[in-house]
T-cell receptor
Framework: NAGVTQTPKFQVLKTGQSMTLQCAQD?????MSWYRQDPGMGLRLIHY???????DQGEVPNGYNVSRSTTEDFPLRLLSAAPSQTSVYFC?????????????FGPGTRLLVL | AQKVTQAQTEISVVEKEDVTLDCVYE???????LFWYKQPPSGELVFLIR??????QNEISGRYSWNFQKSTSSFNFTITASQVVDSAVYFC?????????????FGQGTELSVKP
């Protein structure tokens, strides 16, 4: 199993550009989520999905869109990048045995918005 | 409100010293889960341990041990005989199982530096 994979590893954008951060998992997990990590703030939930076709907002959803057309993939879209979106983005997935199960994280995508 | 506090922003020790990373949490839920993750310099997040609110037994895994005390809402992590490879940022997290699909509330992290 590859686990949770994310692409790209690093991206530089100009303000106003759009892009999609890719996330995939091969563990057949129904639950997937996106977090952003900022210095001194730990990780904060952006969006999550409890299964294909079902998504919902987390703590900091503004400026981001998600969709979940398959169990495996959960892309995160930045519609119009802003410098405040400079961050490290982590995708995670979790087995379906309950909400207290462990979330496993991908390697992260480091995004710089100029 | 749900909250996790890691008051130690940075800790520096010399190899072979023992070190304890503190984690204090707040929740009104009676059922909850606590986690520790390690983030080495390479940047990935590595799962270390999961503990539910009904299991207060301390756990030991090699040089790592965890002390969970509901009375003080703490879930502290001790590394015995630290090694340079233990240098990383360590995050404590609380799972909100009744909200937002079970999102994780993270502390701010403690950066541990182990010097040879």
């Amino acid at each position: 199993n590859a686990g949770v994979t994310q692409t790209p590893k690093f991206q530089v954008l100009k303000t106003g550009q759009s892009m999609t951060l890719q996330c995939a998992q091969d563990m057949n997990h129904e639950y997937m989520s996106w977090y952003r990590q900022d210095p001194g703030m730990g990780l904060r939930l952006i969006h999550y999905s409890v299964g294909a076709g079902i998504t919902d907002q987390g703590e900091v959803p503004n400026g981001y869109n998600v969709s979940r057309s398959t169990t495996e993939d959960f892309p995160l879209r930045l519609l119009s990048a802003a410098p405040s979106q400079t961050s490290v983005y982590f995708c995670a997935s979790r087995p379906d045995r309950g909400r207290g199960e462990t979330q496993y994280f991908g390697p992260g995508t480091r995004l710089l918005v100029l | 409100a749900q909250k996790v506090t890691q008051a130690q922003t940075e800790i520096s020790v010399v190899e072979k010293e023992d070190v304890t990373l503190d984690c204090v949490y707040e929740t009104r839920d009676t059922t909850y889960y606590l986690f520790w993750y390690k983030q080495p310099p390479s940047g990935e997040l590595v799962f270390l341990i999961r503990r539910n609110s009904f299991d207060e037994q301390n756990e030991i895994s090699g040089r790592y041990s965890w002390n969970f005390q509901k009375s003080t809402s703490s879930f502290n992590f001790t590394i015995t005989a630290s090694q340079v490879v233990d240098s990383a940022v360590y995050f404590c997290a609380l799972a909100m199982i009744y909200n937002q699909g079970g999102k994780l509330i993270f502390g701010q992290g403690t950066e541990l530096s182990v010097k040879p």
